[in-house]
């Protein structure tokens, strides 16, 4: 275990920003393996190829990350087959807007599976394996609905106020054991396909940096882990220079 090297898993690895933190680690020099439902694995195939253009080493999985017996079997496979797990990042979002006389009960239910139950069974995963070693960054991306909910976002602010429950209480459980858990904050638009959907202006914003840039943030989330523990940050905010807060 000791001579391969340590490995880097992106739990929800997207178009966006978990591929932009992937190609990150990957250029720190870490095998990267990322995941994606099954039924977008092609298109998360082109990126671990990507990757492997680039001189890095990736591995796509195609992972619903709800599943727990699914979730259990990953780590034992990256574990057994690509390394020792180093750094987890969680980056799974289900952002919808739904009012609260039309959230329905299915509405709300799968968007907390998706953005806090995901969550906590990577966060456990990640624990299971690292602790033993001693070591080890756990990672949650959050959102500007994890410290404020908005009309039309109940499901979302409740689901990212329990993912940032689960983050703190694992940081104060793990990280006497020498794991680093961190909480990142995105609280601004990220640039991507959606984005550029809903603000006609949106070029000119990412022109002027108005736009939080996928690799900028992913850069911050290599500098957390990279942190010295005599100096760890638990929660982090990101947003763009002009963004009101």
Known sequence: MSERKPVCLV???GDGLGSAIARAFAAEGYPVCMTRRARNLEALEKVAEDIRAAGGAAHAYGVDARDENAMVALFDTIERDVGP???VVFNIGANV?????ETTARVFTKVWEMACFAGFL???EAARV?????RGTVLFTGATAS???REGFSAFAAAKHG???VAQSMARELGPLGVHVGHVVIDGGIDGVFIRGVRENAEALLANDEILRPKDIAQAFVAVHRQARSAWTHE???RPWRETW
């Open 85 to 87: 797990l180093e750094v």
């Open 122 to 124: 990577a966060g456990r």
């Open 147 to 149: 410290v404020r909910g």
């Open 97 to 101: 807007r739904f009012g609260i006389r």
């Open 236 to 238: 982090l905010d990101l």
């Open 11 to 13: 739990v929800g690895a």
């Open 163 to 165: 993912l940032r429950a």
């Open 130 to 134: 690292m602790v033993p070693r001693g």
